[in-house]
């Protein structure tokens, strides 16, 4: 996309409404973390079935990344922005349906459609590139994602006390609803470049070619691997919270605050990357969540260290997430830019449906400790690459000053 003269020098505030409705976003998103296994179990589904919905959410996100990236180059990021705005407030509809008729298989609908609107929520970050000034891109994006830290507060508010409904399950479903109806406001409200050329060709043969790129193909590893992990152990840490006879209401509150880890740094992440580079803000968050499962599993059934751990969590999933995308962003030509955030979000998509179909069956196979140390197990040895690439670099850079 081309930044025409309309977005130029007035990127503060489009920033300010995408940061917004990322927030907005976010809330539907904890709101469904929150307590979509719990209403699976409510309507009959238990066991792995139990995270069936919100895997569906996931499976949706991840089909629907590419063609709404593509979608984008054609048409621009604002009726493909509101279109999916429109799937996230029927998804709360159905929602709302699915608890009224106590049937499982419209909570999967419901969840499927939010996975859409998530999916295009997603490149709010991207799109902030496009509105800011060169010199604020990494700000921007980081702006953008610190807005989740509105879904800290927002989303667990909403997913239990019933405001719109006299049943909690049911007013969180309609609330949803609202939230989307807000974002489609600021989303329609919002100036965005508009595409002027015609999307560039984009296969398998770029994508290899991209990846031969070390920080781009570290950026999405750590992007797409550390959302997987945040996703696996957000949902276990509940289930096993609820194993251990926590009220709904302390899970929630656990909830709440590791989404606030999750965001929170955002406001100061951008001059942080800005400092000390994309790659040591990326690894130092793979860092983060290697300690985090390393205290759960040294203390798996410790509630204080649970509740701990997700807030360590948060923020090493912000360092990867951030950083990852930054560099990705950073490293990818300008005529094949949307068609690399979608590779991308389809990376992050695959390892965040992952995450959210299996801790059912992890927990089952392993038990919450053993779900930590599978990753550990997976993280690991990226964060081992990723460092042997930056003694790598700094030992060529040090070659050619001397």
Request: hydrophobic share 55%; glycine share 12%.
């Amino acid at each position: 996309m081309i930044e025409t003269t309309s977005t130029k020098g007035a990127g503060v505030v489009p920033v300010a409404k995408l940061a917004l409705a990322n927030g907005l976003g976010i809330s539907s998103a904890v709101i469904s973390v929150t307590m979509s296994a719990l209403v699976a179990r409510q309507l009959g589904w238990t066991g792995g079935l139990a995270t069936v919905p919100y895997g569906m959410q996931f499976l949706t996100l991840l089909l629907a990344t590419y063609p709404s990236a593509r979608l984008m180059s054609r048409f621009g990021r604002k009726p493909v922005f509101l279109g999916a705005a429109a799937c996230g407030g029927a998804g709360g509809l159905v929602g709302y349906l699915a608890l009224i008729t106590g049937d499982p298989l419209l909570l999967c609908l419901a969840h499927g459609l939010l996975g859409i609107s998530l999916a295009n929520q997603n490149f709010y970050r991207f799109a902030a590139l496009e509105v800011a000034s060169p010199e604020r891109r990494a700000t921007a994006m980081s702006l953008v994602v610190f807005g989740g830290t509105f879904a800290a507060i927002a989303g667990p508010l909403l997913s239990r006390h019933p405001f719109f409904a006299p049943e909690v399950f049911q007013s969180a479903y309609l609330g949803i609803t609202v939230l989307w109806a807000v974002i489609a406001l600021l989303i329609a409200t919002t100036c965005f470049p508009r595409p002027e050329t015609a999307p560039a060709r984009f296969g398998l043969r770029d994508v290899r070619h991209a990846l031969r790129q070390p920080r781009l193909a570290i950026g999405m590893a750590f992007a797409a691997i550390g959302y997987g992990a945040m996703n696996l152990l957000m949902i276990a840490s509940g289930l096993t919270m609820d194993g251990l006879g926590c009220s709904y209401t302390q899970i929630s509150v656990a909830i709440q605050w590791h989404v606030l880890a999750m965001f929170l740094p955002s406001l100061v992440m951008g001059r942080v990357i800005a400092r000390l580079g994309g790659l040591t803000v990326t690894v130092t968050g793979g860092v983060l969540l290697i300690a985090s499962s390393a205290m759960a599993y040294l203390y798996p059934w410790h509630v204080p260290t649970i509740e701990f751990t997700l807030i360590l969590l948060g923020i090493g999933w912000n360092m990867t997430y951030v950083g990852g995308s930054y560099l990705v962003a950073r490293a990818a030509a300008p005529e094949h830019a949307l068609s690399l955030q979608a590779v991308n979000d389809v990376a992050i998509g695959i390892f965040a449906m992952l995450g959210a179909f299996l801790p059912g069956l992890v927990l089952g196979w392993f038990g919450w400790a053993g779900a930590n140390l599978l990753v550990i197990a997976l993280i690991l040895p990226l964060v081992g690459f990723a460092v042997v690439h930056m003694l790598a670099a700094s030992g060529e850079a040090a070659a050619e000053r001397g």
